[in-house]
């Protein structure tokens, strides 16, 4: 009796700060976290090192231009008193026009390719092979047989664009089909369901998430054949008037360019960053 009463004092007594269950804590996984602090602080060190490389001389102007003759250069351009006498909103509303114009028929005709290719051995044996062949083809590499085809006129910029967006458009769309698991399409087949309702409720909701991230490579893959698009008896646009300035040297104004293109291809980034996570919240927490 002695003995149990010791031990039911023993056990009413609190246990030790060390013995005691901690809080259980969420763990992050590896690379996750925000990183906005981190891309302001690189960008900003990244302007430093141009601005003191053009102070110092550290490169001839016609090489590295500074970060003040770049600005001036884009005044200029938005006041219509560069190559050309068009302004800056008209080279960029021809550019937007070719590349999302494209886009758009991409997602439009490269999606249901893709999907169709990753449910079907018939279809897929019939474009992998067509698509894995001028995927990795630069495009200037078929840009003559474009003119041939199409012409000079906007139709041949659109379709130069096109191809550079379809193939990985249909890629990630196939590979998104073919991530979907074998027990969801099991349980919904046990259900009743028929070919339409599996590809509708259990296909696509799986493929969602590489399909909006092969718009995100496609729209950066557009932008970055803009200017061999825009190489074919081209007017105005963003690439024309790199391509022009690079004639005459102008350095200022290829660089101010350049920038313009990939400030407007980050925005679209981070615009396609929010509708991922607005219409596939669950990506990245299964």
């Not at 079907?120 to 041939?148: C, K, N, Q, W």
């Not at 009743?192 to 399909?211: E, F, K, S, T, Y």
């Amino acid at each position: 009796p002695a003995a149990s009463g010791a031990s039911a004092k023993a056990a009413a007594r609190p246990a030790p700060k060390s013995a005691r269950a901690r809080p259980t804590q969420g763990h992050r996984r590896p690379g996750e976290g925000p990183t906005t602090t981190i891309s302001i602080a690189t960008v900003a060190v990244l302007f430093l090192l141009w601005w003191a490389a053009a102070r110092l001389a550290w490169l001839p102007p016609l090489v590295l231009p500074s970060p003040a003759s770049v600005w001036d250069a884009f005044i200029a351009a938005i006041q219509g008193q560069g190559q050309g006498g068009k302004p800056l909103l008209e080279h960029f509303l021809w550019s937007l026009g070719r590349v999302f114009g494209a886009f758009a028929l991409a997602c439009i005709t490269a999606v249901p390719v893709g999907i169709l290719m990753g449910v079907s051995r018939t279809l897929r044996g019939i474009f992998d092979p067509l698509i894995e062949f001028y995927r990795p083809l630069p495009p200037l590499a078929y840009l003559p047989l474009v003119i041939i085809w199409f012409g000079i006129e906007e139709t041949s910029k659109v379709v130069l664009i096109y191809l550079a967006c379809f193939a990985p458009l249909a890629v990630a769309a196939r590979a998104g089909v073919r991530s979907v698991g074998s027990e969801q399409i099991d349980a919904i087949l046990s259900l009743g369901a028929n070919r339409w309702q599996v590809i509708r409720h259990v296909v696509l909701p799986a493929a969602l998430p590489d399909i909006l991230t092969g718009m995100r490579i496609a729209i950066g893959f557009g932008w970055t054949t803009l200017v061999a698009a825009e190489m074919v008896a081209a007017t105005a646009g963003l690439g024309q008037l790199v391509l022009n300035a690079s004639n005459f040297l102008r350095t200022d104004v290829v660089v101010m360019g350049i920038l313009v293109i990939g400030v407007v291809a980050l925005l679209f980034d981070l615009l396609m960053r929010r509708i991922e996570g607005w219409a596939v919240p669950w990506k990245g927490r299964m």
